[in-house]
């Protein structure tokens, strides 16, 4: 529950999210998203964090970048690094759980309820952080994928736990009917 009066920020693991999301065949709609929690509270900050693999020509995550950053997103992004592995695999890395962990450390003065669009056990420490700064933590992502999204541990620290599928009609796009446009 959120209450009307309380100072919101929405985080977003972007990886982890469009995982859950595409697992429980959600086509999440960033512009219903940040109104739905807009409309909840105060919200003050809404923060969609990923890495993006700039040797290719073709980025695909540039155009929900350039869509959430005109629909009053903040995409925080860094260059995902390209390595080879002991197997000889070519291997992309690009975490974004600190640039996450020291936005949210530095807005929690301002900041009543946080709610992080992630399931990655990493996060706990920064959950028991805000916690301990006052903060109320809310985590959204699922238990209905199979296995869950959402690490244990995450779904205990938070102070609520929201399900992802239970936002669907909320957030997501309408699918498409493919056999009845043919």
Not at 17 to 43: M, N
Request: hydrophobic letters at 45%; one cysteine or more.
């Amino acid at each position: 529950m959120i209450y009307k009066d309380e100072r919101i920020a929405i985080f977003i693991d972007g990886p982890n999210l469009y995982a859950a999301a595409k697992k429980l065949e959600i086509d999440v709609d960033y512009k219903a998203l940040r109104s739905h929690f807009a409309q909840q509270g105060r919200l003050l900050r809404a923060s969609y964090f990923t890495a993006i693999h700039d040797a290719d020509d073709f980025q695909p995550l540039r155009p929900l970048l350039d869509f959430i950053q005109y629909n009053g997103w903040t995409a925080v992004t860094k260059p995902a690094r390209e390595f080879t592995g002991a197997d000889g695999q070519r291997k992309v890395k690009g975490n974004m759980a600190v640039e996450l962990t020291v936005d949210a450390i530095a807005l929690a003065p301002h900041i009543d309820h946080f709610i992080l669009f992630s399931g990655d056990r990493d996060f706990c420490a920064l959950v028991a952080h805000l916690q301990s700064q006052g903060a109320r933590v809310s985590v959204a992502s699922s238990v209905r994928t199979n296995p869950a999204f959402i690490a244990d541990e995450l779904r205990r620290q938070a102070d609520a736990f929201i399900e992802l599928d239970d936002l669907r009609d909320i957030i997501g796009r309408a699918q498409r009917d493919t056999a009845a446009a043919a």
